[in-house]
C-alpha cells in the first residue's frame, strides 16, 4: 500500500534536499522530477499525486523531488553551479536511487522528468552520463532544454534576466511575513487559472525565515525570503543560451524518442519560452525529440494547471509503458 501518496514529505538524499511523494520501498517505478531555476520541489505538487492517483493499479509507486543546488533544502550547498553541476548532482542521487532498489529494470523502472531548468539538466546529464540514461525507462523534458538565443545585441546572462523578470525580482525581497509573500502569487499573472491549493502548496515551500546565509552582501537576518541563491541563478541562467552544453545529450535523448512539452505562452502568459521557429529548426535537427505543445499553457501553469498535469502525467506513464 502507498503511504503519504498525496502529501509530499521531506527527502534527503545523496547530497541533495527535497520531497518524496509515495514510498520507496514499495516496488513500483520511481520518478525523478527536477524542478526550474528559481522553483523547488513543489514544483510537482499537482503532477505527482496524479501519478500515485490510485494505490491498487498505479505503475508509479514513489516520486522524488530534489532541489538543486543552491535552492530549497539544497540551498546552503555550495558553488560551483551551472548545468554540468546540477547534471552531475543529480545523476549521483539516480545513481544512488537505483542503486538502493534491487532488481531495478523492466520490473522497477526509473523515469525522469524535468521543467525548465530542469529539463535543461536532464538534457546535459544525457551527454555527460550516458551510461546512466541506458539505465532508464526514459526522460519527459516540460518546456525546457532547448537552448535559448538571446536577441541581437544582448547578452546571455541580459537576455535571461530580462526573460526571468519577475521571478529574479522576488529573490532580492524580503517579505514581512508568508501572508505578503502569497500575495505576490496571488496576483501572478500566469497562475489566475490554476488551482487555489496547488499554488498555496507551492508558495509555503517558496518562503523561509531569513538568515545571514540567505542575504545577499551580508545582510542580517530577518523577515522572510526565497530561499533561493540568487549567486547560484546569475551563474546558472548564462548555460541556457550555451547549445554546447545540451546539444549532444538532446541528440542521445532524440533517438530514443523523448517527449518535449511546449506551451503557447511564456512566463507572464505571454510570449512563449520557445518561439515556432526554434522548435522547428529543432526538430529538423532532431526529428526523434517528440515535441507536443499543451494546448492553453503558460510556462508555470504547465505543472499547476489541471488538465496540463494529465498532460504531463501521460507523458511520464507513456515513457514507463513504452520501456
Do not use: K
Request: with cysteine; charged share 20%; glycine share 10%.
Amino acid at each position: 500500500m502507498l503511504t503519504g501518496a498525496r502529501t509530499p514529505q521531506p527527502w534527503r538524499g545523496h547530497a541533495l534536499g527535497g520531497l518524496r511523494w509515495g514510498d520507496l520501498d514499495d516496488g513500483g517505478a520511481l520518478v525523478v522530477a527536477v524542478h526550474g531555476i528559481t522553483a523547488n520541489a513543489a514544483a510537482w505538487t499537482a503532477v505527482a499525486p496524479r501519478l500515485l492517483r490510485d494505490p491498487a493499479t498505479a505503475v508509479v509507486s514513489a516520486v522524488v523531488a530534489p532541489e538543486l543546488r543552491g535552492r530549497g533544502a539544497s540551498r546552503h550547498l555550495p558553488g560551483p553551479w551551472g548545468l554540468a553541476q546540477h547534471a552531475d548532482d543529480v545523476a549521483a542521487e539516480v545513481t544512488a536511487l537505483l542503486d538502493s532498489r534491487p532488481g531495478t529494470g523492466r520490473d522497477r523502472p526509473v523515469a525522469l522528468v524535468g521543467h525548465s531548468m530542469g529539463a535543461f539538466t536532464l538534457a546535459a546529464l544525457a551527454g555527460r552520463h550516458p551510461d546512466l540514461l541506458g539505465r532508464l525507462a526514459g526522460v519527459v523534458l516540460v518546456d525546457g532544454a532547448l537552448p535559448l538565443e538571446a536577441p541581437p545585441g544582448a547578452t546571455p546572462r541580459e537576455a535571461a534576466t530580462a526573460a526571468l523578470g519577475p521571478a529574479l525580482a522576488r529573490l532580492q525581497q524580503t517579505f514581512t511575513d508568508p501572508a505578503e509573500h502569497r500575495a505576490l502569487w496571488a496576483g501572478h499573472p500566469a497562475l489566475q487559472d490554476v488551482p487555489v491549493d496547488v499554488v498555496d502548496a507551492y508558495a509555503a515551500r517558496d518562503i523561509s525565515p531569513a538568515t545571514p546565509q540567505d542575504g545577499d552582501g551580508g545582510r542580517p537576518s530577518g523577515g522572510w525570503r526565497v530561499p533561493v541563491s540568487g549567486e547560484a541563478v546569475a551563474q546558472d541562467m548564462a548555460d541556457l543560451y550555451e547549445p554546447a552544453l545540451v546539444a549532444p545529450g538532446l541528440e542521445l535523448l532524440a533517438a530514443r524518442d523523448t517527449p518535449l512539452l511546449t506551451c503557447p505562452r511564456g512566463l507572464d502568459d505571454g510570449a512563449p519560452l520557445y518561439a515556432p521557429a526554434l522548435v522547428r529548426r529543432w526538430r529538423d535537427r532532431l526529428p526523434g525529440l517528440a515535441v507536443v505543445e499543451v494546448p492553453g499553457t503558460n510556462h508555470y501553469s504547465v505543472l499547476f494547471a489541471d488538465a496540463a498535469a494529465d498532460a504531463v502525467t501521460a507523458a511520464v506513464l507513456s515513457t514507463l509503458a513504452a520501456r
